[in-house]
């Protein structure tokens, strides 16, 4: 194999060749073009332009411009201060599902500290609006929220055997969401899927927006924002700047606030019941039947993380107790969900707003709980729209800028169209149900499910290649399918009634 002139892009300065005395080597890459880069790896391609490293583990399939070998460096210290961003030029950032791979730690991970992850990943945004989701279903909605519990546990272990029979046939230590898809579905499928996640991340994004607008305006009122989005423009001005960071992985160390403020508001629930700080005879309902198809995408929200079990799973000290893992933190979440459901919608019935701390009584728990939640979108908002900003960057767009206007540009507009999305619907409840019928149903139930059909059954590396198995593997298509069509209908209708209120008000 002929040895490539390599030139590379050193804390953002091109086309300065590489210093004298280090030697080069060429590997070929792995099965079906796949690599794993880290601070030791970098693509060459034709035009002999080296591609950011990163400090990170990254995975994807060079584009077509890229030569099949990558060169490897004998002094990789050298590359610690290169920039993060795997993606600057030329492919795409990790799994792309629910979070980075960038704030997965490397390290093997015990059976406590895997459970922790997963509390983390799940327990997010939609915590805060399950009991919203049962105003809209009434109390038959605990039932659903048990159901979606079940499915989408068993769809993070289908995913996870998926996972195993790829890694069984590709011989890669290293398997994405996408691999998977991609080994089911075909490159077709892996584009698809990759949309599926890019367009969910961005939503994602939108949302955070929205509760920021939302928290804001009920901490300070009109006193300081006029108007909602005038509160989501203040709080742009703090959280797109941390899109241009260096090091967007930085911000996961700050992750501990998520579990903080989660834990604060369920027990601030606790503690508002349990000393009566509300007033008694809220009006509640048995069932809501025409809004019950709100509830799916929102409580679906809750179980969202698919995207990043594999990952978890690899970091484990011992990852065949992964099942256990997903069975102790699916049940911890599934408890913490329902009990503040359950109480926020006894105590505050039908009046119950679309955050819950919205509808607590004004006193220094309520305002620990705002403040937390301000916190933790800021530290989540460039994690979650980094996968984003990695393909756009990886698609060729303002190629001619350079580098380093190229990156901030491309993740500025980015983070302005989340934004502009935030300011168009501002409405967090329906924005989260729709999101989540469309999008989160499709990569944690429907997805896994189909990848664990194509890919498992009939496989003689398979363990589950039981009717059992499959039977519950066309369950979950079936009620994915359900949960996305009238979800999806029922939360743009929801959405359009708010749009149209809200000009009717203005005008």
Known sequence: ??????????????????????KLREFPVGQRGQVVVSTSNIFADRSCRGQFPTRNV??????????????????????????SSAAADGFALGDGANTSEAAVSQRKSTFLQAVLNVMNILMGVGLLS???????AGWLGLAVLAFLGFVTNYAGKALIEAHAVVRKR?????????????????????????????????????????????NLTNLLGKSV???????????????IPTVWLPDVTAL???GFLGVIATISVVGTVIFTFATGGYVPGAETALINPTSLPLTFGIMAFVYAGHGVFPSIQASMQKPKDFDKVLNLAYALVGTCCALIAALGYYMYGNRVADVIIFSLPAGPLALLCSCLILINPLTKYALTLEPVCAAVQGSGLMARLQSGLRRVSIRGIVAVGTLVSAMYVPYLAMVMSLIGSVLTISV???????????????NSGSEQNTRYSKGW????????LVCAVSGTAAALKGLAEQIAAASLTVA
């Not at 924002?225 to 959280?239: Q, S």
């Open 1 to 22: 194999m002929a040895q490539a002139k390599i030139q590379f892009f050193c804390n953002g300065v091109s086309g300065k060749p590489l210093k004298s005395g280090l």
């Open 225 to 239: 924002f006029a108007t909602k989005k005038h509160a989501m423009i203040a709080a742009a001005a703090v959280m």
């Open 58 to 83: 990254y995975r994807s399939a060079p584009p077509p411009c890229f030569q099949r070998r990558f060169v490897q460096l004998s002094r990789p210290w050298q590359l610690r201060r290169l920039v």
């Open 473 to 480: 593997d066309y369950t979950c298509l079936v009620v994915s």
């Open 130 to 136: 399950i009991p919203y989701a049962l105003r809209q």
């Open 444 to 458: 944690s139930v429907f997805l896994p499910a189909l990848f664990h059909l194509k890919l498992c059954h009939g």
């Open 252 to 254: 996961s160390y700050l």
């Open 170 to 214: 590709t011989g890669k230590e290293t398997v994405g969401y996408e691999d998977i898809a991609e080994a089911a579905l075909g490159r077709a499928g892996r584009a698809l899927v990759s949309a599926i996640m890019y367009v969910e991340l961005f939503g994602t994004c939108a949302l955070l927006f929205i509760l920021q607008g939302d």
